[in-house]
């Protein structure tokens, strides 16, 4: 897979992969062409991403989705000790590296900000249904850019155990609604312990919720499931589409100053 970039904006954008170094789940530039006006970055080719195989599997057993999220763990803290916050995290992100789609690496680090031990962020963007309450808290503040990616890690545990996000809407005003009030719900389809990390994760107040590091100690992770058999009535997915929050908030700002 190549990406290209005007010279001018490289070392910015791709500015995490030079500070992240070398992990399996963490796809890394394989080679890097200088063209005149445009670079020309080289990945090793992939077999499709995550979020479109939940899509089609529309419901993951319990071990295979806790295999996968394993991974996704893996990437997630190998990024957080390296000062890198990945901001707009997504089952999209991750991509299959093998063709029989047990081995994963996070694809994507464009949008990713590198940090210190300070990992407050301003900016607020994503996609909608992976976003913390924090962030629509309050347009001006800036927020823990780790623990923003905590919760949406719990999405993407939910997403993977039960087949839907956990916070979904046609309205955006109404699914930041349900974002901020923490209103969802577990299937008992879940086991006790993947319900325990669902909610340690997602935690309205971040620093309620576990790191990375702790998250990777979780019993659920160091004990492996046993499968749950697939109920005869599947969840129906639901695609919430990534848009610009900045702007979504902004709107809806504007419609409470008219109340």
Avoid at 11 to 29: D, I, K, N, P, Q
Avoid at 231 to 259: F, I, M, R, W, Y
Wanted: glycine share 4%.
């Amino acid at each position: 897979m190549c990406k290209v970039v005007c010279r001018e904006r490289f070392r910015t954008l791709f500015a995490a992969y030079f500070t992240v170094g070398w992990h399996e789940h963490v796809s890394s530039m394989e080679e890097v062409l200088y063209g005149e006006q445009d670079v020309y970055v080289l990945f090793r080719a992939h077999y499709g991403d995550l979020h479109s195989y939940v899509r089609r599997r529309k419901r993951l057993r319990e071990a295979e989705a806790w295999a996968l999220f394993t991974q996704i763990m893996a990437a997630v803290t190998h990024c957080h000790q390296h000062g890198i916050v990945l901001r707009d995290l997504k089952l999209r992100k991750f991509v299959f590296t093998n063709p029989q789609k047990t081995e994963l690496a996070l694809e994507c680090l464009e949008d990713a900000a590198v940090v210190g031990e300070d990992d407050e962020v301003a900016d607020k963007h994503g996609c909608p249904a992976y976003v913390s309450p924090e962030i629509l808290a309050c347009a001006a503040a800036s927020y823990s850019g780790r623990a923003a990616d905590m919760w949406s890690c719990g999405v993407m545990l939910y997403t993977l155990l039960v087949g839907r996000y956990p916070f979904h809407d046609i309205q955006p005003a109404a699914l930041f609604t349900k974002i901020r009030r923490g209103d969802y719900r577990v299937p008992d389809t879940v086991s006790a312990r993947a319900k325990c990390l669902v909610r340690a994760l997602l935690r309205k107040q971040p620093a309620d919720r576990l790191s990375s590091e702790q998250v990777q100690q979780h019993p659920w992770l160091t004990h492996s499931p046993h499968a749950h058999r697939t109920p005869h009535t599947e969840p129906t997915d639901h695609v919430v589409p990534a848009v610009d929050l900045s702007l979504l908030l902004e709107q809806e700002e504007q419609e409470q100053d008219k109340l």
